[in-house]
């Protein structure tokens, strides 16, 4: 009895029919069909490199969504574990929320996301103006 052969599968697009090598095909000896990332090495990488820098896009986009304050390249890089590229992915970052309805701007050389400039009148709340009390009330909270 022959084992099975086992293929390696680089993302979960792949049916699980395509995955599985038939008895037939393995008691014929005839190989498997290879997956098209092992076929073409610099596309697994090509891949594998795609699915780290998002990932790493993904951890700086989480952290300056969940800070109460503005956060710096320097704590930034420590959850990137990235220190060259943090100010690339951040300006690719910036890039993609240009057209949202928040912006990652960055405010003395820290980063944060806020409300786009053209969306600001939705916030604004109608503050009643503070006038001066006059004499005549002034005396009568003085009593």
């Known amino acids: 009895m022959v084992p099975p052969r086992l293929t390696l599968v680089s993302d979960n697009t792949r049916d699980k029919d ?3 090598t ?3 095909e393995i008691a014929a000896g005839q190989p498997a069909e290879r997956p098209s990332a092992l076929s073409d090495p610099e596309a697994a990488v090509d891949h594998l490199a ?3 820098h998002r990932e790493k896009i993904r951890r700086l986009e989480a952290m300056l969504f969940a800070s109460s304050h503005p956060l710096d390249v320097a ?9 060259d590229e943090v100010a690339a992915l951040l300006e690719e970052l910036q890039k993609s929320y240009a057209d949202r309805g928040v912006n ?10 806020r409300t786009a400039d053209d969306l600001s009148f939705l916030l604004e709340r109608e503050m009643a103006e503070e006038r001066k009390l006059s004499k005549a009330a002034l005396e009568t909270l003085a009593i």
């Not at 704590?75 to 220190?83: D, H, P, R, T, Y």
């Open 18 to 20: 395509e995955m599985s």
């Open 22 to 24: 038939s008895e037939d």
């Open 50 to 52: 795609d699915r780290a």
């Open 75 to 83: 704590a930034l890089q420590v959850c990137v574990e990235a220190e």
């Open 104 to 113: 990652l701007v960055r405010v003395a050389g820290k980063w944060l996301f």
